[in-house]
């Protein structure tokens, strides 16, 4: 996803840390597995070990994506100056905004094609869907992202003076947040209805869900070096990522086997915002990118990662598409898709992503504005 990816140098040129870009890879995979997972919650009796996989371990799919996000900022960010803030957000419409336009358009006139929906070319839903990014449901990350962008001065002035003290802090407070609007915050109480709305959609735009693990990748970025020091215990960041999965599978599998609630309400309870999704949030920034440094990570799979990353965001932006078509031949045969249909699915929709993605690129090359127009690349 060059989105959370293309960063232009704002700073002294450093050299490229090929870790962000193999993060982002496996989380587009995450997140096409969160998307595909719901697809197969349409079975009535779901196979609960493929439910885990698809909606519980790739729960860090979608906020690791702003850790990244801000790392990339940061790590060519000189904080020794004074920061220009409207060059700065002129690039980030350029990277993010046009694209997000684009591509909201683009979903709202073809689900108006393809399930007959004219409300869709009314100008304030078009207003409506853009503000939260109801345009396809994976779009809401870009409304979220944008929001940061427009707080960066902000940021800055946070990551200045953070500390380790101050992040565990931030974490505490972050997690009591999360449970609060997870968990105890009722809408419904609200009797505006445009506050009420906007309270209702709060996921998809309230950035403060998400500010730990964005302040945490700027200030990681910024104490770089140390940082790589810290990555070198891999044993306990290991034990600490595999400990944060274990507790996120074990109260998934607690709610449904003791408390008795059916897969959907489980996976709507165990996310990334319910105390122990923040914590493996945390944990998988860490182990991923200790993982996939140099040192780290194997040479033979390198090259795939990496192709991997550099198509996540068309990939992220387009497979929606091939999940709606892909949906409606299975629908068309009338066959309920079982856990082996499943995981041919997620493949199939991953491979056709991939396929576009890579056909996509080619054409930009020839064509720049499709580039520019689709993935934010204008040169």
């Known amino acids: 996803?060059?989105?959370?990816?293309?960063?232009?140098?704002?700073?002294?040129?450093?050299?490229?840390?090929?870790?962000?870009?193999?993060?982002?890879?496996?989380?587009?995979?995450?997140?096409?597995?969160?998307?595909?997972?719901?697809?197969?919650?349409?079975?009535?009796?779901?196979?609960l070990a493929l439910v885990a996989l698809f909606e519980i371990v790739t729960r860090f799919s979608v906020p690791i994506f702003f850790f990244v996000s801000a790392f990339g900022l940061f790590y060519h960010l000189d904080m020794g100056k004074p920061?220009?803030?409207?060059?700065?957000?002129?690039?980030?419409?350029?990277?993010?905004?046009?694209?997000?336009?684009?591509?909201?358009?683009?979903?709202?006139?073809?689900?108006?094609?393809?399930?007959?929906?004219?409300?869709?070319?009314?100008?304030?839903v078009l207003v409506k869907y853009l503000f939260y990014g109801f345009g396809s449901y994976q779009l809401y990350f870009m409304v979220i992202l944008l929001w940061f962008?427009?707080?960066?001065?902000?940021?800055?002035?946070?990551?200045?003076?953070?500390?380790?003290?101050?992040?565990?802090?931030?974490l505490t407070a972050q997690i009591a947040f999360d449970y609060w609007s997870s968990f105890l915050l009722k809408p419904s109480a609200i009797g505006n209805s445009l506050l009420r709305e906007m309270v209702e959609n709060r996921l998809n735009y309230w950035v403060m869900h998400y500010v730990f693990i964005f302040v945490l990748g700027g200030w990681l970025a910024v104490h770089y070096d140390d940082f790589l020091d810290f990555g070198?215990?891999?044993?306990?960041?290991?034990?600490?990522?595999?400990?944060?999965?274990?507790?996120?599978?074990?109260?998934?599998?607690?709610?449904?086997?003791?408390?008795?609630?059916?897969?959907?309400?489980?996976?709507?309870?165990?996310?990334?915002?319910?105390?122990?999704?923040?914590?493996?949030?945390?944990?998988?920034?860490?182990?991923?990118?200790?993982?996939?440094?140099?040192?780290?990570?194997?040479?033979?799979?390198?090259?795939?990662?990496?192709?991997?990353?550099?198509?996540s965001y068309f990939v992220y932006l387009a497979h929606p598409l091939a999940i709606t078509y892909l949906g409606l031949v299975l629908e068309s045969?009338?066959?309920?898709?079982?856990?082996?249909?499943?995981?041919?699915?997620?493949?199939?929709?991953v491979l056709l992503a991939l396929g576009a993605a890579v056909i996509m690129r080619r054409i930009g090359e020839k064509a720049p504005l499709v580039n520019g127009l689709t993935i934010g690349i204008w040169r």
């Open 333 to 349: 045969t009338g066959r309920v898709m079982t856990a082996s249909l499943a995981v041919a699915f997620y493949f199939a929709v």
């Open 1 to 47: 996803m060059i989105l959370f990816f293309h960063v232009e140098m704002m700073g002294t040129k450093k050299a490229r840390i090929p870790a962000i870009e193999y993060i982002r890879g496996v989380s587009m995979l995450g997140v096409v597995g969160i998307h595909v997972g719901s697809q197969y919650l349409a079975n009535p009796s779901p196979n």
């Open 83 to 124: 920061f220009d803030y409207m060059t700065f957000l002129r690039r980030r419409a350029q990277t993010v905004l046009v694209p997000y336009v684009v591509w909201s358009i683009f979903y709202m006139l073809h689900y108006t094609v393809l399930f007959r929906n004219t409300m869709l070319l009314h100008l304030n």
């Open 232 to 311: 070198r215990r891999r044993g306990a960041i290991a034990a600490f990522f595999g400990c944060s999965l274990a507790s996120m599978l074990g109260y998934y599998y607690y709610l449904i086997l003791v408390r008795g609630y059916d897969a959907i309400g489980a996976i709507n309870t165990v996310h990334q915002l319910c105390p122990f999704g923040v914590i493996y949030t945390l944990a998988a920034s860490i182990f991923l990118f200790a993982a996939f440094t140099p040192d780290a990570s194997p040479t033979a799979i390198r090259p795939i990662l990496s192709f991997l990353g550099r198509h």
């Open 149 to 170: 962008y427009l707080l960066m001065p902000l940021w800055i002035w946070i990551v200045r003076r953070m500390t380790p003290g101050r992040l565990a802090v931030l």
